[in-house]
């Protein structure tokens, strides 16, 4: 049976409200081990790959095919890429980043009216997991679920600023437009045709969850991570990262690799149940968030999910003699269960599944 925990184990602290109070020094349970700790600076150079998403609506069939190679690259070697010209508004993305700056800008009060509990997480927030002296991450949130339509309520999300309920609409509407567009790309690249992986995620009835980070600048950066590694449950997220502050970080095999954000670029990568139903072609590769001492970070993460009623199952096309169905049919639903009581961490759960090595 699912377990529903109603409370959080502990008085939350919202760690904005940690970073405003002028302290020098965090408290203990957001400093993490030695061997957790954001040491192995990365120094390199290399960036996750960026696809211009121009050719895929131009008649140049060439450029099209390259693009599709580059991205079905990007899969299996990142599990991570960054888009160009995906036609979302430029000016939209830069008022879903300011509207949502100005949310966590107001006083306390204001936002703690819509503090969230572990039973469904919408809301605002500053945990995950409900394991009671977990050390904790280095953010605050807020989640809110905006397909199917029936699972949307707007009353649940910020009255204030007053254009934040239209935005998340507005936004919404564009962010899981591109979403569609990228599981057919993602599709047709598995040689699945298009409509494979959008009909596996529930056609008509997909799911979509906006999380809202926000990373105050914290007074000892290397002692603590705005967010732990993990990968993403869900079948794909579309990242709008901040602006003007870097932070997120994709494990490269020993190595953490820090994304340049590209100006006007979105940054995608396989969640959990991508990795399941391309029978591991695709990986939900590890990654984390980086705190720094100067400014605060804000990005939006929307979670494209697959229907949470639906068996999730390796494509029966992707199923070979050579290479067997690594992991078993679930649901969605039963698969966040763990995460959600848990806490993240790191892609234990869908290596904990696999039926083969
Ligand atoms: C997430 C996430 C990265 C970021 O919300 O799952 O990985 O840069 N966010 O905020
Ligand atoms: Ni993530």
Known sequence: MMKCVQSWPEPIVRVQSLAQSGMTKIPEHYIKPPSKRPSNVDN???N????DMQSLTGDDQGLRETTLQLVSNACREWGFFQVVNHGVSHELMKRARETWREFFEQPLGVKQEYSNDPSTYEGYGSRLG???GAI???SDYYFLHYLPPALRKPHKWPALPSSCRDLIEEYGEEATKLCGRLVKMLSLNLGLGEDYLPNAFGGENVGA???VNFYPRCPQPDLTLGISPHSDPGGMTLLLPDEDVAGLQVRKG???VTVKPVPNAFIVNMGDQMQVLSNAIYKSVEHRVIVNSVKDRVSLAMFYNPKSDLLIEPAKALVTMDRPALYP???FDEY???IRTKGLCGKAQVESLKTHE
């Open 44 to 46: 390199t150079t290399v």
């Open 48 to 51: 996750i790959p960026v696809i």
């Open 130 to 132: 409900v394991e009671k």
């Open 136 to 138: 904790l991450d280095w």
């Open 209 to 211: 969850c906006l999380r």
């Open 254 to 256: 020993d190595n953490w």
């Open 329 to 331: 049919a679930m649901t």
């Open 336 to 338: 966040r269960i763990y």
